[in-house]
């Protein structure tokens, strides 16, 4: 079954740029979708269709999705923006849909 | 304003079958390019798709899933119920449900999500 890769941990400090990747085979045809969970907390979408914004969401998200990789990247990252992130996006038959793995975002 | 809300059973037996009721507000799930779908969490692990269906009773399933759940509706009470049989230990998570967002791929992401219900397998 399909699957999309991200690295386990990124930590930053206040301020700093935190760019959170996801791999997978089929990026190249679907859009990449980014979701932000906070500890006990159903998780919120924070960018979709590669690089939109849903209203509300801070402007120092952002995302891209080029080849078989998409970024997520928060520029000038804020404790309070610590969490989890996971990528998502559906296989080549858009039957399946499918997360990754989850990256725990750090910003001390 | 759209609302999700899980509800089902807190503990399970390891073998019993698991039957969980999304209801939602805000929307009908009769209206074109709408979706449910449900999504788990086991106990510090990522996020994992379980199943969708869509306004015209569309269903898709996880393939690790497919042999033990089913997805169903009833549009006169605004529910989707999800239902799982033999479940074991790892079934253990927070269960979600989730409508699908808008815009151009709308059918294919989740926008407006429950609270989660958390389930526990155990004897």
């Known amino acids: 079954s399909y699957e999309l890769t991200q690295p386990p941990s990124v930590s930053v400090s206040p301020g700093q740029t935190a760019r959170i990747t996801c791999s997978g085979d089929?990026?190249?045809?679907?859009?990449a979708y980014w979701y932000q969970q906070k500890s006990g907390q159903a998780p919120v979408l924070v960018i979709y269709e590669d690089n939109k914004r849903p209203s509300g969401i801070p402007e120092r998200f952002s995302g891209s999705n080029s080849g078989t990789m998409a970024t997520l990247t928060v520029k000038g990252a804020q404790v309070e923006d610590e969490g989890d992130y996971y990528c998502y996006s559906t296989d080549s038959s858009d039957k399946q849909r499918v997360f990754g793995g989850g990256t725990k975002l750090t910003v001390l | 304003q759209v609302t999700m809300r899980e509800s089902g059973p807190a503990l399970v037996k390891p073998t019993q079958s698991l039957s969980l009721t999304c209801t939602f507000s805000?929307?009908?799930?009769?209206?074109?390019?709408?979706?449910v779908g449900w999504i788990r969490q086991s106990p510090g692990k990522a996020l994992e798709w379980i199943a969708v269906?869509?306004?015209?009773?569309?269903?898709y399933y996880n393939p690790s899933l497919k042999t033990r759940v089913t997805i169903a509706k009833d549009t006169s009470k605004n529910q989707v119920v999800l239902k799982m049989t033999n479940v074991d230990p790892v079934d253990t998570a927070t269960y979600y449900c989730?409508?699908?967002?808008?815009?151009?791929?709308?059918?294919?992401?989740?926008?407006?999500w429950g609270q989660g219900t958390l389930v526990t397998v155990s004897s």
């Open positions: 269906i869509d306004w015209e009773d569309g269903k």
């Open positions: 089929v990026l190249p045809k679907k859009y």
């Open positions: 805000g929307f009908s799930l009769t209206a074109r390019g709408t979706c």
């Open positions: 989730a409508r699908n967002g808008e815009g151009i791929s709308g059918y294919f992401y989740f926008d407006d």
